[in-house]
């Protein structure tokens, strides 16, 4: 069985294998596998991997050649691949997708789609967790890195640990924070009458969020954030605490009437940037994601 996509204009003039790779979700080398089995046409037409792509073209791939990939649940539709070399994979996640397989999770992960789609990732870390150096909610989309060799995942897990990483997320938020621009310094813990989910505690582990304003609107506010810490549900759980909740967020305080209008069943939060230092190269190295197609409308719904 085949699958096909139509190749959007922003892949214009790139090569088959990296294009492939980026829109399927599929590591370059099993792209290349694939490939090498004329496994990828283009236009109906059998390409080697250098081929270049034209916007509009019919991008077709049989991922069943190669059986391991075609019967294993654990390919997940939606997982983009925004880039991919020896030492890292940086990962677009849609909502709904865990960064790895946990105690009462039995929904799709991120680390059981890249070994699924045929990528080597390094082996460090408790099983089920091999190769996470961070993590986002199963309801926040948005990008990860995740470490392929031994040396990248020990320079990223010091370099999120150190602080030394550039997260930076969209969110909605309910009314006007006031001011439009500010820092959130509150410790977070375990919520003392609810194990399943985090709050602003004394004793808590020391918690940083900045934030300023993109946009207002009448009744709901965009804005930029930048983590300074990492902790579980940081930011959900300081925007609940300056009396703001994240949008189609009801665990920590969101509006379920206002969610339903804009269509959302998660959280409006999105991992918008993320810059490092390449564990290989040392190159300060950038990524971003656009919003997913649930925030694009709610967004446009708020405009409107």
Not at 209 to 222: D, I, K, N, P
Not at 248 to 253: F, M
């Amino acid at each position: 069985m085949s699958s096909v996509w139509l190749v959007p204009d922003g892949l214009d003039g790139e090569r088959v294998d990296a294009a492939a790779a980026r829109m399927t979700g599929l590591s370059r080398s099993r792209i290349e596998t694939l490939i090498a089995q004329e496994g990828v046409r283009v236009n109906s037409t059998v390409v080697t991997k250098s081929a270049r792509l034209r916007g509009g073209d019919l991008l077709e791939v049989e991922v069943t050649t190669e059986p391991r990939v075609a019967v294993t649940p654990s390919v997940v539709a939606g997982i983009g691949i925004v880039h991919d070399d020896a030492d890292i994979v940086v990962v677009d996640k849609p909502a709904g997708v865990a960064a790895h397989p946990s105690l009462g999770w039995d929904g799709p992960s991120v680390v059981e789609h890249l070994a699924a789609a045929g990528f080597r990732i390094s082996t460090s870390g408790v099983a089920e967790r091999q190769g996470i150096v961070q993590r986002l909610d199963v309801g926040t989309s948005g990008l990860m890195v995740v470490a392929k060799s031994e040396p990248a995942y020990t320079a990223l897990k010091r370099a999120f640990k150190t602080r030394n990483v550039e997260k930076v997320y969209h969110t909605l938020v309910q009314g006007h924070p006031d001011p439009f621009e500010g820092t959130i310094e509150a410790p977070i813990g375990r919520h003392p009458g609810a194990d399943y989910k985090m709050a602003v505690v004394a004793g808590g582990r020391h918690s940083v969020t900045h934030y300023a304003m993109l946009e207002a609107f009448r009744s709901v506010t965009l804005l930029e954030v930048h983590l300074e810490t990492g902790r579980t549900h940081q930011i959900r759980v300081h925007m609940q605490a300056i009396h703001h909740p994240c949008v189609g967020d009801p665990t920590y305080g969101g509006d379920p009437v206002l969610a339903a209008r804009l269509g959302l069943d998660r959280q409006w939060l999105h991992a918008t940037r993320l810059g490092f230092s390449h564990p290989g190269t040392g190159e300060w190295v950038e990524f971003s994601s656009p919003y997913p197609d649930d925030l694009a409308r709610a967004l446009q719904l708020v405009h409107s």
